[in-house]
Structure formats: C-alpha cells, structure tokens
C-alpha cells in the first residue's frame, strides 16, 4: 500500500495523525511507501503505534522534521527488530519523541546526525527497547530543554552509555536519560562544567549493574541538577569525584540514596549551601562506614535532612562545626544509623524550628550526646523525637543550666546518666597540667588518651594536648 499525498511534491500539508489501524486490529507486517520529504506537525504521529505484526518499517526519507512529526511513530511495535535510517540534522521540537517507545525486538538504533537539538527531540525515543544492546553516537554539544530526557529509560540490555560531549548543559536535558538500564556497566565521561536545573536528574537510576561512576566537574551547581543521579546503583562501589564548592537547591538531593554497596562517600568541600543541597544524598547506603568531613559553618534550611538515613553500618558521625541552626538543618541526619554509638558534638547555643527533629531516632546503639544549648524550644518541635529507640543508658553532656528533669523521646533520653560538668565556655588551658592516666574526651565526647594531639577534656576543663 502507498500513501498518496494531497500535492504533487510530496509534501504533507496539513495535521494527518495517520493512524494505521486501531491497535487491535493492526495485524500488517510490512508498512505502506512514505515518500514525502517535507512534513507538517504531527503527521505521522502515533501511525503504527500498537502493530505488534509490523517488522520492517518505512523509509523516512525527509531530512527536515516539524513538531512531533514521528511522535510515538512505532510505539509498542514488539517485532520491529529494524529502525529507519533518519537521515535528517534539521530537528523539531520533540520530533522523534516516543518514536520506537517498547520495541521489545529492536536491537539497534539509526544513526543520529543532528548536532544541533530541540526540546524534547528525543525525548522517550528508545524508551523500553529491552533489546538494544547499542547506542548511536550523539554528537551535538548545543542541547535544548529535555532533548535527551528519558530517551533509553528501561533499556535493560544496553551495556555502555554513548559519549556526551556537551559541556554547557540546559534544564532536563538528561534527565532519566538511563534510569532503570539495568545492564549498563561502562559511562563515558561527562565533560560538563555548566549545569542546569534538572541537567541530570535521577539520570542512571536503577543502574545496577554499574560499579563506577565519572567523576562530575562542574564547580557551581544549579537547582536539583544532580538530585537522584545514581538513586538505587545498588552495584555502585566507589562515588565520582565532587568539585563543586557552590551548592543550589536540592542540588545532591538523593543523589546516592539506595547505593547499597557503597562504603566510602566522596569529599564535600563546600563551604556555600544552599536549602536542601545534601537531602537524604546517602539515604539507605546500607554499607556506607565513613561520612564525609562536612566543613561548612554557615547552614541552610533543610541542608543535610536525612543525609544519612538509615545508613545502617556508618559508625562515626562527621564533626558539625555551624553554631548557628536553620530550620530542619539536621532533621532525620542520622535517622535509623543503627551502629552509631556517639553523636557529633552540637555547638550550637541556641535551636532553631525542628532543627534536631528525630536527628538521632532509632539510632539502637547510640549512648552519648553532648549539647551546647541551654534551653530547650518546644515550641519550635527543635528535639521532636530526637532520641526515640536510642540506646536505653547512656550519657547526656550539657550545660549546668539545661533543664534535664524532662526525660522523653523529645529531650534527655530515659535512663540517661546526666553530665553537666562541661563548661564549653571554659578557655582552654594551653598546658600539659592535665592527668594523662586520667579519663579524657575531645570535643565530640569520644574517649581518647595522651597520644591524642589537640584540644581534650578532664574534670570539666579544657587542655591543649600538643
């Protein structure tokens, strides 16, 4: 069969939605001539979307495209095992988007020869093609707003991802690129150094099989660009290298949540954070042992909610230097860390709204806290649940005008030995008068002996051990 278009030069001038026949009726293996060159929005949209018979498509000569020209062209044709030579570099706004949507039998993808994108151009292209084991070159390094969103998402036999040579990235434009591609073991590198909101957002989620990621240079953030990235790589070993010392919103959000093989986290240097840049980033890295040193003094709202959340193996906290709290700057932080025996020493003197809400919750193994304020905000829920399922004895250093008669899940934890002996105002004596038989802590509360260097606490005094 061969469709005749309405003029004599083979164009198609109007809106067709030629669909090829209702999905269950579509029992056609071959397709009919499709000769035009110069196309019209939508006019081949969703054509043999449902032809589970079809194996060999048409020839789609046209080397410029409009609006959703091929828009779910072929969506769920299970038997297709061979795609059309796309021979145009002239794109349109989401062009191909769903154009090979659950080929189950397509093993390779046509040659992509368009340096240049368009939004969504891509977008769900090859989205659940379980066959593919490939993937065609991308070439552009000019990107437009999700150009690249979702375009392999579910292609559980592609084994590598193509080079991505753009290094100035727009909003979504990788977004869910690879999630749930199950078999992809090998990323090239990512040269990107200007991100965007979303740029890589949940970008290989559900990655299992990959092991290693590329290191990520970009060193000023934007909104969520990298949230979610590698969200459940349950195979992941060894994170990429972090550079940025700029955070932005949500920035890191998820980023490694679900990395269960994970046990060294990368370096964080930065110093600037911005409202949730680090939320629930190691979330259920269940074997996760070493936090990250977290040097930043000047908190943001939300900044490390959940950082660590049931990070079941993590067994020392990371210093918290800040002395001035937002609002949820640790809420839920070590939430469910159930190897966790000492809590960070928390300087500051004053709480902020649930600034400590169930910091330490279901933290079974926890039996030492040491505080710094001197007066508890209820009002503000700062210490809500704070030490539920704690260990049930254990030490609760404060200061001597902290009220310590309120023992609950929301303030000194039951069954607590109190220790108000530790002026943290006390100067520090810059002297070797110190017991060095004697008990002795650092400013975390841990335990430690002479040959520990720096500044140590006996009897309620402060000493500089050098």
Known sequence: MKIVCKNTNNNLSKQIFLLFLPKHQCSQTTSPELPATTLAPRCYAQMFNGCTELTVAPKLPAIALEFRCYNGMFMSCNKLAVAPILPATDLADYCYSYMFYGCGSLTSAPKL?????????????????????????????????????????????????????????????????FEGCIGLTTISKLLATTQAETSCYFMFSGCTSLETAPDLPAETLEISCYEGMFESCTGLTAAPKLSA?????????????????????PELPAMNLAEGCYCWMFWNCTGLETAPVLPATTLADYCYEGMFEDCTSLKTAP???????????????????????????LPAETLAETCYKEMFYDCTHLNYIKVNFSAWNDVGYS???????????????????????????????VGWMVDPTVDFHTPVVDNNQFDPKGIMYNLSGQRVDESYKGIIIQNGKKYLNR
């Open 245 to 265: 010392t700029q955070m932005a919103t949500h920035c890191y959000d998820r980023m490694f949540a679900g990395c269960t093989k994970l046990t060294v986290s």
């Open 113 to 177: 020869l368009a340096t240049t994108m368009k939004a969504g151009c891509y977008y769900y292209m090859f989205s659940r093609c379980t066959g593919l084991t490939s993937t065609p070159e991308l070439p552009a390094e000019t990107l437009a707003m999700g150009c690249y969103m979702q375009m392999f998402s579910g292609c559980t036999g592609l084994t590598a991802a193509p080079v991505l040579p753009a290094t100035t990235l727009v909003k979504n434009c990788y977004a869910q690129m």
């Open 383 to 413: 210490t809500k649940d704070w030490v539920a399922n704690v260990s049930a004895t254990g030490t609760f250093a404060c200061p001597a005008g902290l009220n310590t008669t309120l023992k609950d899940v929301s303030h000194v934890p």
């Open 319 to 345: 210093e918290l230097p800040a002395t001035t709290l937002t609002i949820s700057c640790y809420y839920k932080m070590f939430r469910g860390c159930t190897e966790l025996k000492t809590a960070p020493f």
